[in-house]
T-cell receptor, first 117, second 114 residues
Framework: GAVVSQHPSRVICKSGTSVKIECRSL??????MFWYRQFPKQSLMLMAT?????????EQGVEKDKFLINHASLTLSTLTVTSAHPEDSSFYIC?????????????FGPGTRLTVL | DAKTTQPPSMDCAEGRAANLPCNHS???????VYWYRQIHSQGPQYIIH???NNETNEMASLIITEDRKSSTLILPHATLRDTAVYYC???????????????FGKGTKLSVKP
């Protein structure tokens, strides 16, 4: 299947700093990318959907000014957690669809574990 | 909210078939059944999907009841590496708007034991 990468895989930061997470589709062009968050022992929660060249659509309860999403190219989407606090510590996972492949598959990245001290 | 119900956990002996059930009694006519799994601290992995016919691929088989209100994922010969959380998800074929988004429920934690 298609490959989605994330960078970094793990990040530790101080409270109040901003952290950028990159999501790349390595062998396909992703017109749509998704960002999920997963707290320990819980399921994945969809945060937002980003379409290349347009503003992201955020799920209810997700602060768009805190979680900045940029999908500037067909292979890269970034999630910036601004002014991170300990409650933002979580496992962040991106996902991408390739309209050129079987439309049913959605590929996930390996995740980024964010720890805010 | 997730539109599926799954048992929280299951055990399976290595080498045996693992049968994971899923209830989706409110599934709509344009919604497919998808299965993903998540091994600890990794991103979810696509397994299989189906609409109304039974499906099989190299990883698993999917059995959907005639009324489409439930389904079963079958791992024919479970190995220790199949230990993961398995998610059953219904998603609309039409990706317009939010209908096509993958919404994860709590899933079933499958433990394959030697």
């Amino acid at each position: 299947g298609a490959v989605v990468s994330q960078h970094p895989s793990r990040v530790i930061c101080k409270s109040g700093t901003s952290v950028k997470i990159e999501c790349r589709s390595l062998d396909f062009q992703a017109t749509t990318m998704f960002w999920y968050r997963q707290f320990p022992k819980q399921s994945l929660m969809l945060m937002a959907t980003s379409n290349e060249g347009s503003k992201a659509t955020y799920e209810q309860g997700v602060e768009k000014d805190k979680f900045l999403i940029n999908h500037a190219s067909l292979t890269l989407s970034t999630l910036t957690v601004t002014s991170a606090h300990p409650e933002d510590s979580s496992f962040y996972i991106c996902s991408a669809r390739d309209p050129g492949l079987a439309i049913h598959e959605q590929f996930f990245g390996p995740g980024t574990r964010l720890t805010v001290l | 909210d997730a539109k599926t119900t799954q048992p929280p956990s299951m055990d399976c002996a290595e080498g045996r078939a693992a049968n994971l059930p899923c209830n989706h009694s409110t599934i709509s006519g344009n919604e497919y059944v998808y299965w993903y799994r998540q091994i600890h601290s990794q991103g979810p992995q696509y397994i299989i999907h189906g609409l109304k016919n039974n499906e099989t691929n190299e990883m698993a088989s999917l059995i959907i009841t005639e009324d489409r209100k439930s389904s079963t994922l079958i791992l024919p010969h479970a190995t220790l590496r199949d230990t993961a959380v398995y998610y059953c998800i219904v998603r609309a074929y039409n990706y317009g708007g939010s209908q096509g988004n993958l919404i994860f429920g709590k899933g079933t934690k499958l433990s394959v034991k030697p």
